[in-house]
């Protein structure tokens, strides 16, 4: 078994989360970090020659299902089935993990966001929601465009 | 080990060079003696008889009409020889164990045991001769299959070798790309956005390769010829 050196920090998963994690400490502290990812050794990157076919309709930038595969079943009764070659649930290995072939949108998060819940909860005609469902907060969208979707709900 | 296989196709039909003008119309143009020059191309996966019945199936999927090139002027069939004889071909990607079950919903996509491989060669057993019939007998067959995994397998490739990058074989001459309008994998329109400021600009396509001036290995080259 081969030893590697010691170190302070072991981050498995260099993504969205595990990224920042290791660069906030490693640029303010003398902490050593070791980010772990899985996947095949990739010398090229986007610029470099991802192309097209191989990267993204063949799905070589993804987790492969040949070696970790899922499973999907939609309740218990349900046989669950083996996810033989993923489609809409696009788990990304490599460096950077998902976020490599993320291709969305995302507006900058403003203050209210994250008094979504609180402001839902203090407007009286949203009682019924609180009784009959749980509020997903979902901090992506302005809570000015969540509140405008609900109202017309 | 089987004898090497090719395939013997005029040059003018894999694709003489297509020029693709702004109001979209097209003019080809052949080298002088290239139309009746016979091109041998070396095939991965098929026999000669198998490519011959693919490429005219997929001439019929994508056939070549009065609005551009198709499968055959792309040379969709050297595409699908190659994704065959590499990686894709024999699952190398796809989780290919139990439990196997052909009569799954939908959207749990293939749940069947074959390799595209094991899917075209024995489909093609069912496709002898079709290559020499007439366009309507073709299509007659093609309607008799269409619900088989082979044809949905042959409808992707043939869609994918159309328009995926040159380097895997097929979109010969970009002709695809030119059909569609499509510049090639571009990093950046950045300097080309002031020169063209206000007026239509469709540039000449480029492959990944020009792009980024280095050679791309595409990954059917991995594994060609393994079984």
């Given amino acids: 078994m081969k030893t590697l050196p010691s170190t302070d920090v072991v981050i498995i998963g260099g993504g969205w989360t595990g990224l920042p994690m290791a660069k906030e400490p490693s640029t303010r502290t003398p902490v050593s970090i070791v980010v772990l990812e899985r996947g095949r050794s990739r010398q090229p990157e986007y610029s470099s020659g991802m192309d097209e076919l191989d990267y993204f309709v063949r799905l070589h930038m993804m987790q492969d299902p040949s070696r970790d595969a899922i499973s999907l079943r939609h309740d218990d009764s349900d046989r669950a089935l083996p996810i033989r070659q993923f489609g809409a649930f696009l788990p990304g290995s490599g460096v950077g993990g998902t976020g490599e072939h993320w291709g969305a949108v995302y507006p900058r998060l403003m203050p209210d966001c994250f008094e979504l819940y609180s402001k839902t909860v203090e407007i009286p005609a949203t009682a019924f929601a609180r009784q009959s469902c749980s509020i997903r907060i979902r901090t992506g969208l302005p809570a000015r465009t969540v509140a405008a979707c609900s109202s017309v709900m | ?227």
Avoid at chain 2, 44 to 72: C, H, M, N, Q, Y
Avoid at chain 2, 87 to 103: S, T
Avoid at chain 2, 159 to 186: A, C, K, T, Y
């Fill in chain 2, 1 to 227: 080990m089987r004898r090497r296989q090719f395939l013997v196709l005029s040059a003018a039909s894999i694709g003489g060079v297509l020029v693709y003008s702004l109001d979209r119309r097209v003019s080809r143009v052949f080298a002088q003696d290239q139309s009746t020059q016979k091109v041998k191309i070396p095939l991965r996966f098929f026999t000669e008889e198998e490519a011959l019945i693919v490429a005219a199936a997929a001439a019929r999927v994508f056939p070549t009409d009065d609005s551009g090139p198709g499968a055959k002027e792309a040379g969709v069939v050297i595409f699908i020889d190659r994704q065959l004889a590499g990686p894709w071909g024999r699952d190398r990607y796809r989780y290919a164990q139990g439990p196997f079950d052909e009569n799954a919903p939908r959207e749990f996509g293939y749940q069947g045991k074959a390799t595209p491989r094991e899917t075209y060669r024995g489909g093609l057993k069912g496709l002898k001769g079709f290559d020499t019939l007439s366009a309507e007998e073709q299509d007659k067959k093609l309607r008799e299959i269409e619900d088989t995994h082979l044809f949905a397998l042959l409808r992707q490739n043939t869609i994918e070798g159309m328009f995926s990058d040159p380097v895997h074989g097929g979109n010969v001459d970009m002709v695809g790309w030119q059909l569609v309008g499509f510049p090639g994998p571009r990093m950046s329109n950045y300097a080309d956005v002031d020169k063209h400021f206000g007026e239509a600009f469709r540039p000449k396509p480029i492959t990944l390769e020009q792009s980024i001036r280095r050679k791309v290995r595409p990954s059917e080259d991995e594994g060609a010829g393994s079984a």
